[in-house]
């Protein structure tokens, strides 16, 4: 049987390299085409040394594929989805373009107004755990983006069961890397190692994505989030603080993990685990870590994730769902250990 | 006149080599006698190659000095310290030993019992900010933790004017060098390099001195805080992110703004800032930035705190407290600006 | 056909939690055992969380395999490797234990006595690009050390065809994962970052390997080397910078590339590259990048090569060593590529 | 006496911001006017907030001063200087521009004919320990490379002495900030971050003036100089390993660092230490640590030295020159110790 032809359209940013480093290794799918504006006409190898063993040269257009990953800023996500979806090929879109479901929030949110709200309609939210069985049968699939992975895994079990009182807050730590390849003094390394600072103080564009789908999990609530998103000096990783009260503030510790341990039962990429995890422990992989906690001075739960935000953030889960997508094993490709240290 | 002279016991940690660093350029003070247990009997340049200008043996016990500073740990600092005040010796207490007014806390946080709660009694809090004139008129000073001096210093304004519900999370990043310079895996290189992950979930012994002052600052109130503190990979540097709701949750932010700036005026150490601060702007510095903010989404203050840890957050606020203890000049000692990048 | 079964001695150490990463993944043969003394009895996945899905206890003893690697230190690992030769069990030795074919130089540089000269005589040197066909047959591969791999394959190509001067200089500088897991001051996470330190100044223990290695290459020679380490603030990389006299200081730089290249060819984790390389582009692989150029102006051979310390410095290369042992793809196992950035 | 009066010429680089810093605190003077082309219109204190304290605004011109400092790029350094000089204002440039007596070399290494050959030959090589007694006497100081100050320190008592051949190896090891504040992907934080490359593998800038200074040192030999520079992941510091066969190989340690001590008996910053000096032991002060040793396997010289390039690699030493130009105590507002760890 042949191969899936996949294609990425934008590799020359982190997620985009991210892929195809992953996508090369995959047993079931073929990387035949890769897209880039200013690269173009350059071999993969020239942009990237690590990947010198892909023999690929970056093309402005992309090739006849079965299944897009674009890993295009949105807005421009956007538009080039659309004649795809158009001809009927499957896209994974690594942008926010198609994450929002009230087309509405886009201009308010992202500065445009949303060019195709009947196929947003029809896209689905690319978390595979909690949206497994439509992602099976989309054609556009949004893939989330890397601090609502962290926040929404870290959260779901609590909101879904109504333990917590829906007014959360989570404060989540990024590596760099979240910022991309595009230049900027803040992520200029002289100024961004030995520092951490705190960013979109009002408001990151990832709030709306995480109230969504938080409602989405329990629509009886109206959820009321402070996410505060802060920059600390190693190239991946996020971890997510979540805090929010407990309904029963005395809850064992050992009752909230089991119960947490029993919702994501079977996850293939959803570890919850027994001491506070460590954004390393992820490094390369696809993993979420997540070990909730109960403060029982205060009656809040504490929930933490971790997670590599080019992997489970980015590239891994929009492998993750191409596999679901195309019934492939959900860990093809996806098989790495962490790198530790 | 004859200058002040100052003895470090335990000069070999970090907030003890800090202090020698500082003290050795201090106008107004000689550094007359430094001590260490495994270290006594060597040059203080054999162990910190870059003070070798300050031509000084490491002994076992304190020379005949004005003011001692402790920089040893808890238990044992109430230990050398009892004698010294016992002979009239003016003291700055870096351990935790006599900052929690309630000697009964002792016990619960720190695995002793208190060796003198009359003692205790007559010791001030040190955090000027606070305590101004009673330090000024001490003989002991505990010197605050780095971490409540972070939190208290960010939230004190609108604690203090009553504007937040007593619901407080502090979610705090601090650099590694705040775990000290004793080997233990999670500070080897190695393990700490590119990676963040939270400590002490189940209460640090931090946060009783933080409600204990909370407290003091607005009696009317009993406050219910979460403190988690998280391990970045930088040697200095604390950032703490604290939330609490606002009774006025459309409160503007100039109007909160100018509110924290009118609390701390004439204050020389504590910057109001107009954007969210660095930790890195604070480095080697007695500073702590303060960026205070609402969330008029929610109707949260977030207020955010940089300082460097072995700074304002131990050595040079010890510094500052013996100036104030001594009516010397308040900055005396710690002109230097913060070193960037 | 039932898979091959390895065992890792003393797996709690960098090269040892690495064999175990790799070999979890390999796909002929199958990890049964791991031994460690502080461990045992402990789960794998306890002391390294990031190896949960490896589902084995650490044990004090090895059971019995096919295969075994030993991560022990040097002296202990000759030792538990003995009684294994004598039973027929074939051993790669990531230690030095093995590796310098004149025992007498073990008192001077490892300050042990050798135990087993007859079988040190046996065993071969585990460098594949050297001595393939001898590992091939061979029963204990000594596994080189980090430094003389990288010193060695930047060299080869020049020192085999005679087209430098046995007068060399090699300057390497290594990431701390180097120095091991075991504590130590200079690997204090504070100490070691955003520093960079020269050590072994008088004669690191990588040197008599380094030598002992180039006089097999081109005996003609009697080789002067300085072999100069350096310490630098990442977790894994070995950048070495290899310095010698040409012969024909004129020699083109097209000229010399295209000769390494063609020393190497077919090697399936040497890459003579066209630009200078950097350590991050192996990180987590297999790969050695070489970059050979002229410096016109004093007709001196600069040879650089980048690798990861803990891979082909070390358990990637004892793999594939097993790999030639038994006859599986010499790539088996080791086929990911690094991760980046 | 009214305090001389200092400005900066492009404020906005990191040896521009270093000065500020340093020239804030200096006693002797007063920075008056600070100038920048992008910046200009802006308080210092909004471009870089660790100097909130100074009260200035940048300007497109600089203001009427006693002396100026000119952190300009080269070429458009002595298109400003010009002027300047000619109204007899005396200069310390940071650039390139007056550093090579020869200006046919400036065609070769810098890409432009210089426009003042006459000027050129009156400026001095602002490197103290070289040239004290002409700094004192000069109008226009050409402030060192920081790679040339690192190796030049290192080599000098060898090579003054005679003690070593002509050939000599410097392989020099460099943090990011010596790249600049201008943006640069191989100076963006993921890739710069966990990663250690060579560059300028074909002849750095700063190869001539080492070589010059060198031929000023001991002009009986003719030099052959490889110089490889390294970027290292930590914002400051440079260590340079300096190589070169000594005419008596046998030369004992102690007496070789006998030697240094004596050549630089007396000089504040130059301090030749009795084990290998770390990059941090420098950082934020003017120090220049060295460490010279014998490898009696080969007969050669290792010299390493240790500073941080912004401070005795740039802005320190530009300062420490015009405390020389001026009289002032040559280590006025250099005073500060280290900041450690």
């Known amino acids: 049987m042949s191969q899936v032809r996949v294609g990425i ?78 001809r009927g090929i499957k896209v994974v879109d690594i942008s926010a373009d198609f994450r929002l479901k009230d087309a509405s929030k886009y201009p308010e949110w992202y500065d445009f107004a949303h060019p195709a709200p009947d196929l947003l309609q029809k896209a689905v939210y690319g978390l595979p755990e909690f949206h497994r069985s439509e992602i099976a049968k989309a054609s556009l699939v949004a893939n989330p983006g890397c601090y609502p992975t962290g926040a929404l895994l870290a959260l779901a079990p609590a909101v879904k069961k109504g333990l917590v009182h829906p007014d959360i807050i989570v404060d989540a730590k990024s590596g760099v890397s979240g910022a991309g390849r595009t230049l900027s003094l803040s992520t200029h390394y002289t100024e961004a190692v030995d520092n ?29 989030v402070t996410f505060l998103p802060h920059l600390m000096p190693t ?51 696809n993993l979420c870590l997540i070990y909730p906690t109960v403060d029982h001075r205060t009656g809040r739960l504490i929930a933490i994730s971790c997670l590599d935000n080019l992997v489970k953030g980015a590239a891994g889960q929009a492998i993750q769902n191409m596999n679901i997508m195309f019934s492939f094993p959900e860990t093809a490709g996806l098989e790495a250990l962490p790198i530790y240290p």
């Open 9 to 86: 359209i934008n590799v020359t940013g982190y997620a985009g390299v991210e892929l195809a480093r992953l996508l090369y290794r995959h047993p079931e799918v073929k990387l035949i085409s890769v897209t880039g504006r200013s690269a173009a006409g350059q071999r993969l190898a020239e942009v990237f040394p690590h990947l010198a063993e892909i023999d690929i040269t970056i093309t402005p257009e992309l090739d006849e594929v079965d299944v897009a990953f674009s890993a295009m800023p949105h807005k421009a996500s956007a538009e080039v989805i659309l004649p795809l979806a158009e």
């Open 196 to 224: 951490v600072r705190a960013y979109s103080l009002h408001g990151h564009r990832h709030l709306p994505e995480i109230i969504q789908e938080l409602e989405t999990l329990n629509p009886s609530f109206s959820f009321s």
């Open 235 to 285: 190239s991946r990783g996020i971890l997510s603080s979540c805090y929010a009260r407990l309904n029963d503030g005395k809850l064992a510790n050992e009752k909230v993990r089991e119960l947490y341990r029993d919702y994501y039962k079977g996850e293939p990429f959803v570890r919850v685990v027994d001491s506070p995890p460590e954004t390393k422990q992820t490094w390369g992989s």
